[in-house]
């Protein structure tokens, strides 16, 4: 099945990629179902209403699925809802969380088979078979439902090196930045905005 997968640095390059129409509009009244997951210990409940405080200048249904524990992720109601999603959006927060939370559940499942996802900042990177952990730059990894990149946000220049230079060199590392919107179409990525995001493999800057 193909996928369409969006991973965004904020809630502001959130909002210019539905505003963006080259990049597939949302369609009114289409049915958004928003994922706080990995802002369990900064406030799901604050994460849901941010993004859906975007989402308002559109024309949609958006439901908020307050997964924030494994239980959670075990329940049929919510996998259902997001296998049923025009579009599944995951809010930023800590991707080890969002990993232990979704890894061999019905909801990681239902995350894994949706048509499109937006992904925000930081949990982005658990989606993908190559994770950067934030707590020190080291690979590990991820859940494995889109291929192709590893995504990292922003750390010190020391963290970045030794990120790097752990890799695998045909790994391709983007630190995705505040502003940046990378695009997968199924495991082909592209960088369609962002001066602030950097793609390299190995110590060699590349262009997606």
């Given at each position: 099945?193909?996928?369409?997968?969006?991973?965004?640095?904020?809630?502001?390059?959130?909002?210019?990629?539905?505003?963006?129409?080259?990049?597939?509009?949302?369609?009114?009244?289409?049915?958004?179902?928003?994922?706080?997951?990995?802002?369990?210990?900064?406030?799901?409940?604050?994460?849901?209403?941010?993004?859906?405080?975007?989402?308002?200048?559109?024309?949609?249904?958006?439901?908020?699925?307050?997964?924030?524990?494994?239980?959670?992720?075990?329940?049929?109601?919510?996998?259902?809802?997001?296998?049923?999603?025009?579009?599944?959006?995951?809010?930023?927060?800590?991707?080890?969380?969002?990993?232990?939370?979704?890894?061999?559940?019905?909801?990681?499942e239902a995350i894994r088979g949706a048509a499109k996802i937006v992904a925000i900042g930081a949990v982005a990177g658990v989606l993908?078979?190559?994770?950067?952990?934030?707590?020190?730059?080291?690979?590990t990894n991820g859940l494995d439902y889109r291929r192709g990149v590893a995504i990292t946000t922003a750390a010190s220049d020391e963290?970045?090196?030794?990120?790097?230079?752990?890799?695998?060199?045909?790994?391709?590392?983007?630190?995705?930045?505040?502003?940046?919107?990378?695009?997968?179409?199924?495991?082909?990525?592209?960088?369609?905005?962002?001066?602030?995001?950097?793609?390299?493999?190995?110590?060699?800057?590349?262009?997606?």
């Amino acid at each position: 099945m193909h996928t369409s997968t969006f991973a965004v640095g904020s809630l502001v390059a959130l909002g210019e990629l539905l505003r963006d129409s080259s990049l597939g509009a949302l369609a009114i009244g289409a049915d958004v179902v928003v994922v706080p997951t990995a802002a369990a210990f900064t406030g799901a409940d604050r994460a849901a209403i941010a993004v859906a405080t975007v989402l308002d200048e559109f024309d949609v249904r958006v439901e908020a699925l307050m997964v924030t524990d494994r239980a959670a992720s075990a329940q049929d109601y919510f996998a259902r809802r997001v296998g049923e999603a025009d579009l599944v959006v995951l809010c930023d927060g800590s991707p080890l969380h969002a990993r232990a939370t979704w890894r061999d559940t019905p909801l990681g499942e239902a995350i894994r088979g949706a048509a499109k996802i937006v992904a925000i900042g930081a949990v982005a990177g658990v989606l993908g078979e190559v994770m950067i952990d934030p707590r020190g730059g080291a690979p590990t990894n991820g859940l494995d439902y889109r291929r192709g990149v590893a995504i990292t946000t922003a750390a010190s220049d020391e963290q970045l090196t030794r990120t790097r230079r752990l890799l695998a060199p045909e790994v391709t590392l983007v630190v995705l930045g505040a502003r940046g919107v990378l695009v997968g179409e199924d495991a082909t990525w592209r960088l369609v905005r962002g001066e602030d995001t950097v793609a390299t493999r190995g110590d060699l800057e590349v262009t997606l």
